[in-house]
């Protein structure tokens, strides 16, 4: 309970509009970056808009609940990452990997036919420098007006951050694996 009483006014800017696009940005070492942005996903495809999903980390071998409704609702969707660096048995090839990501990401950024370009767990390899964080930004920066994007991961590049229109910081409190608890099917994937 809180001694603070509910707002009675609402401060709107002395002159609100409508913006062409977004980019968002969710980041933090808390749970929830990707799953906010597959919620941005559904609102997105409830307008009608086309969507696109380029995971730079996960693997096929997840099989996440996301992807799978995501495809069924039309999702354009590419799992192009290897898995978590500490399982890959090449940091080269998973750079690579990453790197033809990015390509892919690009053209369908630059080809601009989606409304709304999710890039899960883009700030990993732009953090180890898989990919120019340079380029990158410079790309959004530049990207067709009507396209909007997320972008997730920890310890987003400044450079994104001061970039983006919203910046949303997932902070951990609490979280089943610090106890010893693997991730739950339906929950965490």
Do not use: C
């Not at 290897?82 to 990997?97: M, N, P």
């Not at 990401?105 to 767990?121: C, F, N």
């Amino acid at each position: 309970m809180t001694d603070t009483p509910p707002p009675t006014e609402h401060a709107l800017p002395s002159d609100p509009s409508i913006p062409t696009s977004l980019l968002l940005v969710n980041t933090g070492d808390g749970k929830g970056k990707s799953t906010a942005a597959f919620g941005t996903m559904l609102r997105a495809l409830a307008r009608g808009w086309d969507v696109a999903v380029i995971q730079f980390i996960k693997s096929g071998d997840w099989k996440s609940g996301e992807e799978t409704i995501a495809r069924r609702l039309g999702v354009d969707w590419h799992v192009l990452g290897d898995g978590f660096s500490w399982d890959a048995d090449d940091l080269e090839k998973s750079a690579e990997i990453a790197s033809d990501a990015w390509a892919l990401a690009r053209r369908i950024l630059d080809a601009g036919d989606h409304g709304l370009l999710i890039l899960d767990e883009i700030t990993y390899p732009m953090n180890w420098d898989w990919i120019d964080t340079d380029e990158v930004v410079s790309a959004l920066d530049r990207r067709p007006a009507h396209v909007n994007v997320v972008a997730t991961g920890r310890d987003a590049p400044q450079s994104l951050i001061d970039l983006a229109d919203t910046v949303t910081e997932m902070v951990k409190v609490r979280h089943p694996y610090d106890r010893g608890l693997l991730a739950l099917r339906g929950i965490d994937f």
